[in-house]
């Protein structure tokens, strides 16, 4: 227990005060300053929380937590590492009757306070603000013990109300109530009426705009109430409505402004010409722009605060056009970036490979794909997953989209030389354990990247590029030795987003031509039982007939295998092939999955994804492989079967009427074909020598491996023709003999 809390006597509360003032600088020192003292929070932050506990009374710890000013447990951090409080585990106490009964429910609510134990006249306790003396001094006078004091986190505290006061489910969620209504103060008004708005906007520039100077006068009314409130319903229609960006553009005769919702643009609404230059002034100047310059293009930020989503950020673009500037507005709303790797939609399988990859304490870990299939957000939810407390974690970003509490992130300039290269050197610098770099672009970028993964760091990034095998490619083109890329990679996950249907109005739809459908990778079997549901359009989906977006995933880890052929600098679809036999799922492969789910439409995955030559068939892809001791037949002569074999290891002997006439040695060489060509009786044995491992194909396929797979043809036809060409050889040799002799 803390030294000095304690002892209920008048004598002792002098010695209770001075052990409090020791420690903390002061006779009576709140929660709240500690946090500011030791730079947990400013002091800006403090002075807001203490304004709204002046109002609502409520603790300032719990205010500071409902602010997002401070963490769930940093309270009990702080007092229990600067300061010596003990942390009183609340999972692992069960106190007696009589302990509950000295402090009873309704006192320890109004001190957030939870008894634990009774020792003689001692009783210990734990607290979620345990450093007011007064208060605890209060608190001895109650229940008329000496009071021993741990700390503990006031959810906690809550938790263990329910678990041994037995409180009521809505007494318990009253506590959690007050949350939100901390958050209601601050005002939202969402506009009902734009068309009023905008006419009251209007009427308004019109009656000044005769008395005011050119530029005096976008200024002034841009902080006009209508303008103001016009802009501002503007936004929040937005952020309610979920949107991505908002694109205001002036035309001649009007401003348009769209939405983007979703990945897809739409017209949201028409403003009259004449409030142009207010409007564009208003948002320059939320955004800290120069409003006086419209000539060229200025890039800006807008951080606004709305009820319970707090925090929204906004990314402001202005761009000079023909009538006026278009203004376009990104916005980075914390509370709708869903940070949650558990919750971004990968199956079980690919979730289990991620969360061993960033289990390792190194590697590098490549998240690829094209602008707007949410690189971002993967990267984000995988660092929020492993910001804790004992690991330091740097990104150098471009731009920071969302900033994140104990993560030190760095925006690039290339304008002055802070680059991805120049970032990531001093990173090397600074004992991180994990870093993020935005994106790979160069050889430098690269190859420090390489090198931080193969020194012990766990290194992330991202890259422009389509899917996970071309992702290897890229690398290399960049200059990377293939060895090295073995070596580092360990996984590249390449994803796609695409919208979902709309779950009211979705529709079973016939349209699509099975041809199609089999072209675009469905199995022949399976289409006629094909369920394909499609997009019909209704208010629920701005009768766009889609709502929300799902990720397609591609996941190739680099396994013992892969790293083998990436070392080996094979080319792509061979790499593609090998990842695919290691159980990688391709992209088009992911989205056929979300078709026959009915959670996307053909359309969408067709525009998403597109089929490569990964879609061999099973046969070819992993065909079975089999295993031969000494001189056992794998082919009998005379026989009519027709599968035909590729040797992997070993060697193998041919033999015609009991004589031994040929020998295969070389892997990789493929033999018995030529009854699946002929369809003749086997011409020859083949026998293995000593042991062998060979791969079977079925020969009732061959021709259409001829067809379809040209790769695959070819080498078995050099093989072929070395082999005719080798028979020709000897032919020639014995009749030379023969002639001889
Ligand atoms: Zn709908």
Known sequence: MRPGIGRPSSSKNTSLNATIRDQSGAGKVKVGE????????????????????????????SILLKLGYIEENTIVNVLSRLYNYPVADLTKVAPDEQVLKILPYDIAKKYMTFPLSLKGEDLSITMAEPTDTALIENLQNEVKKTLQVSVSTEKDIIHAYRTHYKIKDDEYESYFRGKEEVEEDVPVTTVDDFGSLVSEAEGDVELKSFHEEENLKDEYLANDAPIIKLVNGILIKAINDGISDVHIEPFETAVQVRYRLDGALYKSMNLPATIKNALTSRIKILA???????????????????????DVDLRVSTLPIMHGESIVMRILDRGALSVDLTKLGFDKNIFEIIKRCISRPYGLLLVTGPTGSGKTTTLYSILNTLNKED?????????????????????????????????????????????????????ETAEIAIK???????????????????TISRMMDIGIPPYMLASSITMVLSQRLSRKLCNKC???????????LQNMGFSEEEIPDLKILGPKGCPGCNQTGY??????????????????????????????????????????EAGLEKIRNGITSVEEILKNTTITKEALPAYLVSPDTEEYSDRE??????????????LIQGSLIVVKGGKKIAQIVQ????????????????????????RSIVKRFPGDKLEEVIEKYPDVAKHLFEVLGTRLHQADKNLVKLIAAKVKG
Not at 39 to 58: F, M, R
Not at 410 to 424: C, M, P, S, Y
Not at 429 to 443: F, K, S
Not at 506 to 516: A, G, L, S, T
Request: without cysteine; glycine residues 8%; hydrophobic residues 35%.
């Open 34 to 61: 500690i946090l500011s003292k030791d730079g947990y929070i400013t002091s800006t932050q403090l002075k807001h929380a203490l304004d709204l506990q002046k109002t609502n009374n409520e603790r300032l710890g």
């Open 288 to 310: 800290g722009l120069d409003i006086a310059e419209r000539r060229v293009p200025q890039d800006g930020r807008i951080k606004m605060s709305f009820g319970k989503r707090q």
């Open 391 to 443: 690991i330091k974690i740097l990104t150098a970003e471009d731009p920071i989209e969302f900033n994140f509490r104990g993560i030190n992130q760095v925006n690039v300039r290339e304008k002055v030389g802070l680059t991805f290269a120049v970032a990531l050197r001093a990173f090397l610098r600074q004992d991180p354990d994990v870093i993020m770099v935005g994106e790979i672009r160069d050889l």
């Open 452 to 470: 931080a993964a193969t020194t012990g760091h766990l290194v992330f990034s991202t890259l422009h590029t389509n899917d996970s095998p071309s």
């Open 506 to 516: 979705k529709v079973e739809v016939n349209y699509h031509d099975p041809k199609e």
């Open 547 to 588: 709502k929300g977006r799902i990720g397609l995933y591609e996941l190739m880890e680099v396994t013992e295998e892969v790293a083998k052929v990436i070392n080996a600098g094979v080319p792509e679809d061979q790499l593609r092939k090998t990842a695919i036999q290691e159980g990688m799922m391709t992209l088009r």
């Open 633 to 646: 037949m794998i082919i009998r002569e005379g026989n009519t079967d027709t599968d035909f074999f590729k």
């Open 667 to 690: 892997p990789g060489e493929y033999f018995g074909e030529i009854a699946a060509i002929t369809g003749e009786p086997r011409t020859a044995s083949i026998l293995s020598n000593k």
